[in-house]
């Protein structure tokens, strides 16, 4: 019971593997997360930087284009003015993109220009046109886009290109182009960086040029980290759960933006990453603790068994019978060495028995052989002195008890005996007694008929009447009285020897069944109980009651044995 | 030690079971999901600005939008049908621009009881599945025309308001701001309504038909695009540019072009886009069980006149890029 208490080497081993394997799934689970996080933060780092160098090519290749368009306008009106009406149509039609053309003079009036609808006779408003002042550096400029203002009910978004030149006849006029916005503006719109990402384009400054969301923006549904860009920052950077990517383009003042989440990018793949890694781990751990049990039980179980089958070997040694247990090879080894102990000290405690059981039969043989020399001499005295008195016939009788009580005590050197010669063994001997001992003492026998066919020790009785005639009867002035009984009690048979002579003491009563039988006195008290308790087991047996000047009354118990 | 075993057994198939559950659902990639957005018509460009908004917050939140509306601005039936067929049609939200505030309001019940959520845009519907309301102030936007429409030297007013369906909530409203705001103005001398159907020519042709009745009218309002129109083709019928004060609804370039050359005095514009935007926005959160923050969202609106109209921010708000 205690060692249950304790761990089994079951729960041990399962608790040893499982909480190896979890160690193990917890160090692999954050190492790999991790790893792949970093992994997945580059990628999408660089997911934005492509998405974003993309954009900033197409961006490039349309301002370029638009620079290329601007010169060829250029170049019509650099021969002078008034323009060659048929070429800028011709080049119009060639460029479908190209809403309004016009030149201005220093003051900025509007000296020539051709759209592409119907032009509005009195504009409220010029967005194309932004001063002399800006363009007197000679290089072409790239205005923000804004809405064409020139053209009646069209409202398309431009973008306007101007230049300063001077024509062939040395006139200074500023070229203006209107060009769509919305290619760049589709393009921009399209870019997709995941699922959510975007593009932008900003200029130098940080503000906003286009951007996709920009009629959200501009009713306050939706904001832009703008400062974030107008602060100088170049390159990739991380900022509020988002990948910021800033691409300055050569051709213009405009750079592109590139936003992308890593909650899609990165959080995203790793949270799905974390389900199935710790699916895995759950599988892991499972047949971690189903293998754990399993293999703990092969070796446990049969171990278990064999506990359980010493104990069982403790308890009952005699009639313990044990069963090789299936098992690993070890656990085998160790049952076989068992089986092979069990069977090995049961035949030990066997052959210590019969050879008790020999050594006790080889010492009664012994005793019975001996003729207690006093009884002898006195009854063979006693018999020549009736032979000198020529009382024959008592004599005759005297001899023939004699001769009878010798021939039961041999009996063919059987063990067990009839009751009935038993008997008649203890008449023979009570009838020579009485002789001698002058009838001081009378005695009978009460026996239940139904007895005298079951067998039992020789020479069971016989110590005991000695007993009680030499201990109870002797030392009596009155006449004493020794009565024999025997009777069935269930399946026992229960023999009486009672006398009314001096008694004994308690403690007297103890010390006989002990004492070992001396020289003089024949097979002892003591010898009757162990021969009885060697043939049939403690249960049977001698007791003794006495009772100082009252008598003593000796039970043998011993169970019924039918005779062949 | 048998009962802690099949507990631990216990707890280990749990987890398993719990992680396979989370795995699935974890990896699991839902289908998209549908929102039918089903408008008073779709070839304004009001409705148009609606559908670009709506598609682009469809495609950042990954929702399929499908965009519907009658040919006109009066035909609740064919709305209604339209209701019905997106609710068999596997549409989880339905975004709603009603036509007519009562007619509307059976087939719409009758969707939300199959299930799916509303969401109103520019002009309610008399129901109460509907769980959230996304639009102009019209009240607001009514005042807004009023301010404009008293930012004059005249010491008379005589105004005539140009109104459409009177079936149709948000007019009503429009015109309620409107009628509260020049109330309080004491040059004022009277107020005279006209209902028009939502289209160019009946607006233009009830427009003349009121100020041949009414010559004394020198302030004229309307609330919608094409009453907008409609008024304007009216003013440019009768030559009335610069005796006549006009204030008008929304930003068609037509209307933008009678800004400019003075047939429109001022437009009160809303804002379509983040219309369309924040009601396919809502219709996300709904689907994905989200709360939303709150059940109406006002959009605003901008007051554009003849000044203002090149200013960067009206720009944005004029002229959608297409």
Redesign the interface.
């Known amino acids: 019971m205690k060692l249950?208490k304790r761990y089994?080497f079951?729960?041990l081993a399962?608790l040893l593997i499982t909480s190896a394997v979890l160690l193990f799934s917890i160090v692999i689970f954050f190492v790999f997360v991790t790893l792949y996080q970093k992994e997945m933060e580059k990628n999408a780092i660089v997911n934005t930087e492509q998405a974003v160098a993309q954009a900033g090519a197409a961006v490039t290749n349309y301002t370029e284009e638009m620079l290329t368009t601007m010169r060829l306008f250029r170049d019509v009106y650099k021969n002078g003015l008034p323009v060659d009406g048929s070429k800028i149509a011709a080049y119009m039609e060639l460029n479908p993109a190209v809403v309004v053309v016009g030149c201005y003079d220093r003051e900025g009036n509007l000296l020539d220009s051709v759209a592409k609808g119907k032009r509005?006779e009195n504009?409220?408003?010029d967005?194309s046109y932004l001063g002399w002042d800006v363009y007197s550096d000679g290089q072409i400029h790239i205005s923000k886009p804004?809405?064409e203002?020139l053209v009646?009910?069209?409202?398309?978004?431009v973008v306007s290109i101007a230049q300063n030149i001077k024509t062939a006849q040395n006139q200074e006029i500023t070229v203006v182009l209107d060009i769509q916005?919305?290619g760049v503006?589709k393009y921009i719109d399209n870019v997709g960086i995941g699922?959510?990402g975007y593009c932008f384009i900003t200029d130098d400054a940080g503000n906003i040029v286009y951007h996709?969301?920009?009629?959200?923006l501009?009713?306050?549904?939706k904001q832009e980290n703008t400062a974030l860009i107008s602060s100088g920052k170049k390159g990739s950077f991380v900022q509020e759960q988002k990948i910021y990517h800033l691409l300055p383009l050569n051709n213009s003042h405009w750079q592109i933006v590139g936003v992308s989440y890593t909650e899609e990018l990165v959080t995203a793949n790793v949270?799905?990453l974390i389900?199935?890694l710790?699916?895995l781990f759950?599988?892991v751990?499972?047949t971690a603790?189903v293998c754990g049990?399993l293999l703990s039980r092969t070796i446990s179980k049969p171990i278990n068994s064999l506990i359980n089958a010493m104990r069982e070997f403790e308890k009952n040694t005699e009639n313990f019978s044990y069963k090789v247990t299936r098992g690993s090879n070890e656990v085998m080894a160790l049952s076989e060495s068992f089986a092979q102990m069990v069977k090995r000290i049961q035949e030990l405690m066997e052959k210590v028995r019969n050879e008790e059981i020999t050594l006790r039969k080889t010492e009664l043989k012994a005793l019975q052989a001996q003729i207690n020399p006093h009884f002898l001499y006195n009854t063979l005295d006693a018999i020549s002195w009736l032979c000198e008195e020529e009382r024959n016939k008592d004599a005759a009788q005297m001899v023939n008890a004699l001769a009878k009580l010798f021939r039961i005590s041999i009996s063919k050197g059987h063990e067990l005996i009839p009751i009935q010669k038993e008997v008649e063994h203890a008449k023979s001997y009570l009838m020579i007694e009485n002789f001698r001992y002058k009838n001081q003492f009378t005695y009978r026998f009460d026996v239940q008929s139904s007895c005298l066919s079951y067998l039992c020790n020789k020479i069971t009785l016989q110590p005991i009447i000695e007993n009680a005639i030499y201990h109870g009867l002797n030392r009596m002035v009155d006449e004493g009285e020794i009565v024999v009984r025997i009777f069935e009690d269930g399946e026992d048979i229960v023999f009486t020897v009672e006398d009314n002579g001096v008694g004994m003491t308690a403690e007297q009563c103890t010390a006989i069944l002990k004492k070992e039988p001396g020289d003089k006195a024949g097979i002892g008290i003591k010898n009757v109980n162990d021969r009885i308790k060697i043939y049939f087991g403690d249960k049977y047996g001698l007791t003794i009651d006495s009772a100082l000047d009252e008598g003593t009354r000796v039970t043998i118990r011993m169970p019924k044995v039918e005779g062949e | 030690?048998r009962r802690?075993?099949r507990i631990?057994?216990g707890i280990?198939?749990l987890?398993?079971l719990?992680?396979?559950v989370?795995?699935c659902s974890?990896?699991h990639t839902p289908a998209k999901h549908s929102v039918a957005v089903i408008t008073k018509s779709t070839n304004s460009d009001f409705w148009k600005a609606v559908q670009a908004?709506a598609n682009?917050a469809g495609s950042?939140y990954?929702l399929d939008v499908i965009f519907e509306g009658p040919d006109t601005e009066e035909d609740y039936k064919t709305q209604n049908d339209l209701i019905r067929k997106a609710a068999l049609s596997g549409a989880e939200v339905i975004v709603l621009s009603a036509i007519d505030f009562n007619k509307n309001a059976a087939a719409v019940n009758e969707a939300a009881a199959m299930g799916v959520k509303i969401v109103v845009i520019d002009s309610n519907v008399n129901s109460d599945a509907v769980l959230c309301r996304i639009g102009t102030d019209d009240y607001e936007a009514g005042q807004k025309a009023a301010q404009a429409a008293l930012a004059c030297t005249e010491s008379k007013l005589h105004v005539g308001i140009v109104n459409f369906d009177k079936n149709t909530e948000n007019g009503q409203s429009r015109e309620k701001g409107f009628r509260d705001a020049i109330k309080k103005d004491a040059r004022v001398e009277s107020v005279t309504t006209i209902n028009v159907v939502s289209s160019i020519e009946n607006a233009q042709s009830g427009t003349i038909k009121l100020l041949q009745e009414h010559p004394e009218i020198n302030v004229l309002v309307t609330f919608n695009e094409w009453t907008s129109l409609g008024v304007g083709w009216a003013v440019r019928t009768l030559k009335l540019n610069d005796t006549l004060r006009v204030v008008a609804f929304d930003s068609n370039?037509?209307t933008?072009?009678m800004l400019?050359t003075g047939e429109v005095d001022a437009l009160v514009v809303q804002?379509p886009?983040?219309m369309g935007?924040?009601s396919v926005e809502t219709a996300s959160r709904l689907i994905l069980g989200h709360n939303i923050p709150e059940d109406t969202i006002y959009?605003?609106a901008t007051l554009v006149t003849?000044e203002n109209?090149?200013d960067?921010?009206i720009?944005?708000?004029?002229?959608?890029?297409?």
């Open positions: 249950k089994s079951s729960s399962t509005k504009p409220l408003k967005l804004h809405t203002s009646e009910n069209e409202y398309p978004w916005f919305s503006a699922q959510h996709p969301q920009q009629q959200l501009y009713s306050g549904v949270r799905s389900f199935v710790l699916l759950a599988i751990i499972v603790v049990t | 030690m802690k075993q631990l057994y280990c198939l987890l398993l719990v992680f396979v989370a795995g974890g990896m908004g682009a950042e990954n370039p037509v933008l072009g400019e804002k886009y983040a935007y924040l959009t605003g003849r109209m090149y960067p921010e720009q944005q708000v004029l002229f959608p890029l297409q």
